[in-house]
């Protein structure tokens, strides 16, 4: 039996997580939260608005990290708690970190457009 609950508590505890580590090491980069900072306002997804998004949300996909990309410019990434572990937040904030700091974005096969992102 799930206790819904412990369900919600830990979806929180992981957007928080994963705003907190973006925040503290990527908004150099000019990324941005979008939406609700207050974790009762959203559901188990955390968008930043970021430069280059397109590109890079294809470099994490490539390095393992699924999210999607909303046009203009936002990063999205959906943090299921029921199989999603504390750990993989902050491995996936670390992927993102790696890919702005060191530019992997900007490959041609992170810059072309895609039909489907």
Not at 85 to 99: N, T, Y
Request: charged share 20%.
């Amino acid at each position: 039996d799930v206790d819904m609950r412990a369900v919600e508590a830990k979806s929180q505890m992981l957007c928080s997580i994963f705003i907190a580590q973006v925040e503290e090491h990527c908004s150099r980069y000019g990324l941005r939260l979008a939406g609700p900072r207050e974790m009762s306002q959203r559901g188990s997804h955390v968008s930043f608005h970021c430069p280059q998004g397109y590109a890079v949300m294809q470099a994490l996909i490539a390095a393992g990290v699924v999210g999607d990309f909303r046009a203009p410019d936002l990063i999205r990434f959906g943090f299921t708690p029921l199989y999603t572990s504390h750990a993989e937040v902050f491995d996936a904030a670390a992927v993102l970190l790696k890919i702005l700091r060191d530019g992997d974005w900007n490959r041609p096969e992170f810059l072309a457009r895609k039909a489907v992102t």
